[in-house]
């Protein structure tokens, strides 16, 4: 994969494009940010995908998931299906894949089938139970989807219920810190109070989407609610990966962190 489409995804940080409030209806915001994935989404934000975890972090240097050769592996928010096909060429031996679009679950299985690869996949919220077998996975991920959730403590939950004991839990996201910082005539300026996570509504050309901002401490305690240990926490951006991006958005790296991973064990 080119390095430059590591950072296509930015997440819509540092509240530079308008925002506005919205009621927390889960209808409401599954049927919004469904339609957008169904339509424009992946041309908007692009595509986040393994080996990328997110801008500037990469499973070739931190070796997160390691040997997956045998292994039984969950995506929550599959997307176009590429973090899958990375995991199936490394030999996993059965791949399962949820998201909440139909546009999107289509497009992983064509892409698995060009690759000769196959899942089991579900068009689902990932809040809801939708038939995915429990103590069954010996890995669950979510690259860049699981802050999608409009119920943090129940997903972590479910994704529980589906780990095998000892079982790995993985996932990205924007990191709340990036969220609440701009750039502005090349300074960082707060512009997101960092405590705010009401939920509010982005409108990008003609689609809109709804997005919520968490605190680092709503994942911790959250997966410390549903018995996880948490293994290992990146937030450093790989310096090699900046050095060969020069764009205001490197820049903001170097200074603050923009990308969250956490691999969690269940207990």
Request: proline content about 2%; aromatic content about 10%; overall charge negative.
């Amino acid at each position: 994969m080119d390095k430059n489409t590591v950072h296509r995804t930015k997440m819509i940080g540092g509240s530079e494009i308008g925002a506005i409030s919205v009621d927390m209806d889960k209808r409401s915001i599954h049927e919004t940010n469904s339609l957008f994935w169904d339509t424009k989404g992946t041309d908007i934000l692009g595509a986040t995908a393994l080996p990328f975890y997110g801008a500037f972090v990469s499973e070739e240097k931190c070796q997160l998931f390691g040997d997956v050769s045998g292994k039984t592996i969950l995506e929550i928010g599959c997307g176009s299906g590429q973090s899958l096909q990375y995991l199936g060429q490394r030999n996993a031996s059965e791949l399962w894949g949820m998201d909440l679009s139909e546009s999107q679950i289509e497009k992983t299985k064509q892409l698995l089938t060009a690759h000769g690869l196959s899942a089991a996949l579900v068009c689902s919220p990932m809040e809801e139970e939708c038939g995915i077998p429990e103590n069954y996975f010996d890995f669950v991920y979510s690259i860049y989807a699981i802050g999608w959730t409009t119920d943090l403590e129940g997903t972590f939950r479910r994704i529980a219920s589906y780990l095998k004991k000892d079982g790995v839990f993985i996932f990205s996201w924007s990191h709340p810190i990036h969220k609440c910082v701009g750039t502005e005539k090349d300074r960082l300026v707060f512009k997101k109070c960092y405590f705010d996570e009401s939920w509010y509504s982005v409108t990008l050309g003609e689609s809109t989407l709804s997005l919520s901002d968490r605190k680092l401490s709503t994942f911790v305690n959250a997966l410390a609610k549903a018995r996880f240990l948490i293994e290992q926490m990146i937030e450093e951006s790989d310096d090699e990966i900046m050095q060969s991006i020069n764009d205001d958005f490197a820049k903001k790296a170097k200074m603050l962190p923009v990308t969250l991973v956490i691999k969690a064990r269940k207990l």
